[in-house]
């Protein structure tokens, strides 16, 4: 069965500064996608960047950029100059298709806090 | 574009009562999930509807139970509720049966007292 793995309950940074949240899975599938999504207090799960495992470059959305070893079987999320917005919950995710069914598969999240 | 839209926000139940749960997917999309994210916890994917049929069931009592609509729409149904159905339940839809990105609605936070 598929597995993520987030080691990091919590984690601080600055203001300006980027921050990295680490997420390492565990798939014997030669084809899969990676997510992540924030959640803010208010509960929504926002779609933040996403990976294919045959991707050939690291995936870039504006500030967010997606650090993919897959040898390592690491997607860590990268957060450059971070904002007092950034602070929530963030969960990685791997896409699992089972039976024709495309389900996520989370891990158990990481709050990050920005601090001034 | 509207996104993925649910009602109701909050809901609060006594035990044994039933609840029903709505969901609009993002205009477009035609294929919607529903997941419980328990406190502290992950989402865990409960099921997931593609034209109008029930595709796969996670690992959920046949309490829980659901319907999609000619329109896409799609709502979860669970009877005889326990304290531990307690959580924020999401919808996320996607195009093509979830080979797509899912994008995720606000949640509805279910008490159950």
């Known amino acids: 069965a598929q597995k993520i793995t987030q080691t990091q309950p919590g984690m601080f940074v600055q203001e300006k500064e980027a921050v990295t949240l680490d997420c390492t899975y565990d798939?014997?599938?030669?084809?899969?996608?990676l997510f992540w999504y924030k959640q803010p207090s208010s509960g929504e799960m926002i779609f933040l960047i996403y990976?294919?495992?045959?991707?050939?470059q690291n995936a870039t959305e504006g500030r967010y950029s997606l650090n993919f070893q897959k040898a390592r079987k690491s997607a860590n999320l990268v957060i450059s100059a971070s904002q007092l917005g950034d602070s929530a919950m963030y969960f990685c995710a791997m896409r699992e298709v089972d039976n024709n069914t495309d389900k996520l598969i989370f891990g158990t999240g990481t709050r990050l806090q920005v601090f001034p | 574009d509207a996104g993925v839209t649910q009602s109701p926000t909050h809901l609060i139940k006594t035990r044994g009562q039933q609840v029903t749960l709505r969901c609009s997917p993002k205009?477009?999309?035609?294929?919607v999930s529903w997941y419980q994210q328990a406190l502290g916890q992950g989402p865990q994917f409960i099921f997931q509807y593609y034209e109008e049929e029930e595709r796969q069931r996670g690992n959920f009592p046949d309490r829980f139970s659901g319907h999609q609509f000619p329109n896409y729409s799609s709502e979860l149904n669970v009877n005889a509720l326990l304290l531990g159905d307690s959580a924020l339940y999401l919808c996320?839809?996607?195009?093509?049966?979830?080979?797509?990105?899912?994008?995720f609605g606000p949640g509805t936070r279910l008490l159950v007292l």
């Open positions: 205009s477009g999309h035609d294929t």
């Open positions: 798939t014997s599938d030669p084809s899969y996608g």
């Open positions: 996320a839809s996607s195009f093509q049966g979830g080979s797509e990105t899912q994008y």
């Open positions: 990976q294919g495992s045959y991707d050939q």
